[in-house]
């Protein structure tokens, strides 16, 4: 099963993934912990995409749409593969769809998520990623996923590892420029999106994402 996954930025986009991606073991693969592990580990990728990510703007096309294409060419992807933060505009939206007939595969699902612009800002500064694994959910304003206390310091609720920020989801700006490039629906996201719905046959699941995480799961695993 092939499945893309879109909401803007705090939508619980990364939590719904890995959430679906639990059930169905298949890769999750999301552009931004591939740009992030590769900031990380200091490589030349990492390099190239930081300071585009920094400001809350796209890494250009010409470094995205290849690692994304190259990542699905993957063996763990043969069974199938739910794909996160990518597309995220109108041209990589085209490029894949192209890149998936020329390889003879079906897009499944296409998850949307829609969620309001300032709920979804004011969900960001709360959430922090986990050093262990960018699957576990972890955000100080949610009972549900709120990180716990261990010896004085505050860690990961699943498997208490250290709990790191995004640069990103501190700086308002950048907050708003990832949101300006979401819900733009001539060539942003929200392009990609309603390319993607237009396609004859396509299964969309289209989800609110404003309830709790298990209610927004609830109604996309019914779907699925
Ligand atoms: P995310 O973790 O999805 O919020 O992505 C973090 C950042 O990575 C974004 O603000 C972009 O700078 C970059 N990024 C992630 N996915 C893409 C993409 N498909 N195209 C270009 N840049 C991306």
Same mark, same amino acid.
């Given at each position: 099963?092939?499945?893309?996954?879109?909401?803007?930025?705090?939508?619980?986009?990364?939590?719904?993934?890995?959430?679906?991606?639990?059930?169905?073991?298949?890769?999750?693969?999301?552009?931004?912990?591939?740009?992030?592990?590769?900031?990380?580990?200091?490589?030349?990728?990492?390099?190239?995409?930081?300071?585009?990510?920094?400001?809350?703007?796209?890494?250009?096309?010409?470094?995205?749409?290849?690692?994304?294409?190259?990542?699905?060419?993957?063996?763990?992807?043969?069974?199938?593969?739910?794909? *996160?933060?990518?597309?995220?505009?109108?041209?990589?939206?085209?490029?894949?769809?192209?890149?998936?007939?020329?390889?003879?595969?079906?897009?499944?699902?296409?998850?949307?998520?829609?969620?309001?612009?300032?709920?979804?800002?004011?969900?960001?500064?709360?959430?922090?990623?986990?050093?262990?694994?960018?699957?576990?959910?972890?955000?100080?304003?949610?009972?549900?996923?709120?990180?716990?206390?261990?010896?004085?310091?505050?860690?990961?609720?699943?498997?208490?590892? *250290?709990?790191?920020?995004?640069?990103? *989801?501190?700086?308002?700006?950048?907050?708003?420029?990832?949101?300006?490039?979401?819900?733009? *629906?001539?060539?942003?996201?929200?392009?990609?999106?309603?390319?993607?719905?237009?396609?004859?046959?396509?299964?969309?699941?289209?989800?609110?994402?404003?309830?709790?995480?298990?209610?927004?799961?609830?109604?996309?695993?019914?779907?699925?």
């Amino acid at each position: 099963m092939n499945i893309l996954v879109f909401g803007p930025n705090g939508s619980g986009k990364g939590t719904q993934g890995a959430i679906v991606q639990k059930k169905y073991n298949m890769p999750h693969i999301e552009s931004g912990a591939i740009f992030r592990k590769n900031i990380g580990g200091g490589t030349e990728l990492g390099k190239a995409a930081k300071e585009y990510i920094d400001q809350g703007v796209l890494v250009p096309d010409d470094i995205t749409i290849p690692m994304i294409l190259d990542r699905l060419k993957e063996d763990d992807c043969k069974d199938g593969w739910i794909l *996160d933060g990518f597309p995220r505009n109108k041209v990589q939206a085209e490029t894949l769809d192209k890149a998936l007939k020329e390889a003879g595969m079906n897009l499944d699902y296409v998850i949307e998520i829609i969620l309001d612009r300032d709920v979804a800002k004011l969900r960001i500064t709360g959430r922090r990623l986990c050093v262990n694994d960018n699957n576990h959910p972890n955000h100080i304003a949610f009972d549900a996923i709120k990180p716990v206390e261990k010896e004085g310091k505050i860690v990961c609720r699943v498997c208490g590892g *250290d709990l790191n920020t995004r640069p990103d *989801d501190q700086d308002d700006e950048a907050i708003d420029k990832r949101h300006d490039i979401y819900y733009d *629906d001539t060539v942003g996201t929200m392009a990609a999106v309603n390319y993607f719905k237009g396609i004859e046959g396509s299964n969309v699941i289209s989800v609110d994402g404003g309830p709790s995480i298990g209610e927004v799961s609830e109604a996309i695993m019914s779907q699925l």
